[in-house]
């Protein structure tokens, strides 16, 4: 998957270095431009919350996988060490799946102003 590219407008709003020079600018956009930059801000920050939560939950499902695997690890004879590959894999699976979520949602489309009536 492509990395996203960030507006660079948006991402000083991440940089407390560069919040006036970001208020400067905002002054200076015309209402739709305003707007614009609105949503991509929006969509930014969902898409970051978004990551943390996949970041959460895979943290979570990897202690508890891993709990899972020694309690099975160590109540079996035989092979049984390939049981500390699978919290990878589902680790692996989460990342990928709030990753595609993340991606979708910052490249959300701009909605359509609705016009007044008439």
Do not use: N
Not at 12 to 33: G, N
Not at 66 to 87: E, I, R
Not at 106 to 118: D, H, I, M
């Amino acid at each position: 998957m492509p990395p996203s590219a960030e507006d660079p407008l948006v991402a000083q709003a991440f940089d407390t270095k560069k919040h006036e020079d970001l208020a400067r600018a905002i002054e200076q956009l015309s209402p739709e431009e305003a707007a614009f930059f609105l949503h991509r801000l929006e969509c930014a920050i969902r898409k970051r919350k978004i990551q943390l939560t996949g970041y959460l939950v895979a943290m979570v499902a990897w202690l508890a996988g891993m709990t899972l695997a020694l309690v099975y690890f160590g109540m079996h004879d035989g092979f049984t060490a390939w049981v500390f590959v699978v919290p990878f894999g589902v680790v692996g699976v989460i990342l990928y799946a709030f990753g595609t979520w993340a991606e979708r949602v910052a490249r959300a489309p701009l909605p359509v102003a609705k016009s007044p009536p008439g």
